[in-house]
């Protein structure tokens, strides 16, 4: 697997402090990408973010990197890395009456081989760009995507909504975590991208396309992203984890 991983986090404009995390690392068999917002309006979002992104880092240190998991295997590690930062999350807001309450979006990505293992909870996305084409991964655990769903709220609607940012999942809110776990199979040539809504409140689908379409360099993607989300006013923190250059090795 000859890839290529970068990620990067940004204040934006408006907010006074950054209160997203990153994880992204790569080698021969392996490509770990994790991107947490920490929810706004809460105490020590930022906390509750650094906390699930510090366990990501943990999984990677202790994953045996010589070994490609089995689909099972992968799926229960990504399920219990989720769970485990959210035990870290509860503990630490539970041991602080300054951080009750804080919690964070949490979406990770385990790439073994060519099999892409996704472990999501909250309003941040993975996207993958292949043949030309943007696939979203994910699903927003949002009010306003049940509303979308339900037909109340028409898609074009959205970007204005004012429920749009209330989410309906997110890590540290509860023991009994409703976590989603996908799989999908990842060719050669595609192109991953992680992000929090900082990103996707301020561009479009089709945008993030053309970006990828253009930029073979993960570093540089992520940062033309974060550059266009802060030229239409970085109303939140921007945070993009990008891999490129895979080579579809077979898991």
Not at 135 to 160: F, M, N, Y
Request: charged residues 25%; glycine residues 8%.
């Amino acid at each position: 697997m000859i890839l290529h991983i970068a990620g990067l986090t940004n204040k934006g404009r408006e907010r006074p402090r950054n209160e997203d995390n990153c994880f992204a690392r790569a080698d021969s068999e392996y490509a770990l990408m994790v991107v947490a917002d920490g929810m706004g309006g809460h105490r020590a979002g930022n906390v509750a973010s650094d906390l699930a992104v510090s366990r990501a880092e943990q999984f990677w240190d202790e994953l045996d990197h010589s070994v490609l998991l089995s689909p099972e295997e992968a799926r229960e590690m990504v399920r219990r890395l989720i769970t485990d930062a959210n035990e870290n999350v509860l503990n630490e807001a539970n041991n602080s009456v300054e951080r009750r309450g804080m919690g964070t979006t949490f979406t990770v990505g385990l790439l073994c081989g060519s099999l892409l293992t996704i472990g999501h909870i909250g309003d941040s996305r993975a996207y993958l760009v292949s043949d030309g084409k943007i696939r979203l991964l994910t699903r927003d655990h949002s009010l306003l995507e049940q509303l979308i769903e339900s037909g109340q709220v028409k898609p074009e609607e959205a970007k204005d909504h004012p429920q749009r940012h209330i989410l309906t999942r997110a890590l540290g809110t509860s023991s009994d975590l409703q976590i989603d776990i996908s799989e999908k199979k990842i060719e050669a040539g595609s192109i991953l991208i992680f992000c929090t809504d900082g990103l996707t409140n301020m561009v479009s689908d089709d945008e993030i396309l053309k970006i990828a379409l253009e930029q073979s360099d993960p570093e540089l993607l992520a940062e033309s992203l974060i550059e266009l989300a802060n030229s239409r006013g970085g109303f939140d923190n921007i945070t993009v984890v990008a891999a490129t250059g895979i080579g579809g090795q077979e898991a």
